[in-house]
């Protein structure tokens, strides 16, 4: 069995095979920080995902599947209905052990979509030519990520998990200092010191991925201009290509090839 379903009970570490995959259709979904004992490739067919890794958040649309050693703690975060594929390996020498963001192109997107729908008893050798074109295709895409790294002081420990868990637009300074009961210059010098980048910067950089996010999910793009408090739909586009260097629709028909 390969396909599950959103409450079936799974655990890849009390599987015997040294490659087995699951296909599910998750709508909103909260996994919890957890590790595997495995290697894990992590990947949404259609909708967006996000992972929360130490201190950052990476952002996985269609294009993009996560390489996750074994080991390594990680949260996945679903707001929308996504098809989500995971791939599990037993750790051995030739695999990356490195926390990598890789492109999918299509010949991947394929080789992954029939490895996640493997019987989890495959023999084997009838396992080992696809296993090694999809090493093949691993070692050789490039590897890109649309990121946010996460302040780590605990007075913002109840905001950032509205942001993250929720979608929680993230507020103004001056506001989001009221909150926390610091001033502007202390949320200020908090952001530089835990992600380089000033708060301002870190907000943009949240609009644009959670953009990217609702892109993904077929929002229009008049509503995700309103819900990320854009003035106008011109406004959000021209944010959009300024750090994409491609207007909406041509990023979403990139992202679909």
């Given at each position: 069995m390969a396909f599950i379903l959103p409450d079936?009970?799974?655990?890849?570490?009390?599987?015997t095979g040294d490659v087995s995959g699951i296909a599910s259709d998750l709508g909103w979904h909260d996994s919890g920080l957890h590790r595997h004992g495995r290697h894990q490739l992590l990947f949404a067919q259609a909708?967006?995902?996000?992972?929360?890794?130490?201190?950052?958040?990476?952002l996985l649309p269609p294009s993009r599947a996560a390489w996750l050693p074994a080991g390594t703690?990680?949260?996945?975060?679903m707001r929308g209905v996504v098809a989500y594929r995971s791939l599990y390996?037993?750790?051995?020498a030739e695999l990356p052990t490195e926390v990598q963001v890789i492109a999918v192109n299509p010949l991947l997107r394929e080789v992954i979509e029939r490895m996640a729908f493997w019987p989890w008893d495959k023999p084997k050798q009838e396992?080992?030519?696809l296993l090694a074109l999809f090493m093949e295709e691993l070692a050789e895409v490039p590897q890109e990520s649309w990121q946010l790294p996460l302040p780590a002081d605990p007075r913002l420990d109840?905001?950032?998990q509205e942001v993250t868990r929720d979608g929680a637009l993230p507020a103004r300074?001056?506001?989001?200092?009221?909150?926390?009961?610091?001033?502007?210059k202390t949320i200020g010098r908090i952001f530089m010191r835990d992600t380089g980048m000033s708060y301002q910067a870190w907000r943009q950089q949240w609009r644009l991925l959670r953009a990217m996010e609702l892109l993904a999910e077929a929002v229009p793009i008049s509503r995700v201009a309103a819900q990320l408090e854009f003035s106008s739909?011109?406004?959000?586009?021209?944010?959009?290509?300024?750090?994409?260097?491609?207007?909406?629709?041509?990023?979403?028909?990139?992202?679909g090839k």
């Open positions: 079936h009970p799974f655990d890849p570490d009390q599987l909708g967006c995902m996000s992972i929360e890794l130490a201190h950052r958040i990476c703690p990680h949260r996945v975060l390996f037993k750790p051995r396992q080992s030519r109840n905001w950032l300074l001056n506001r989001l200092a009221e909150r926390v009961g610091a001033s502007d739909d011109s406004a959000f586009i021209g944010f959009f290509k300024q750090h994409t260097g491609q207007t909406p629709l041509r990023y979403l028909g990139a992202r």
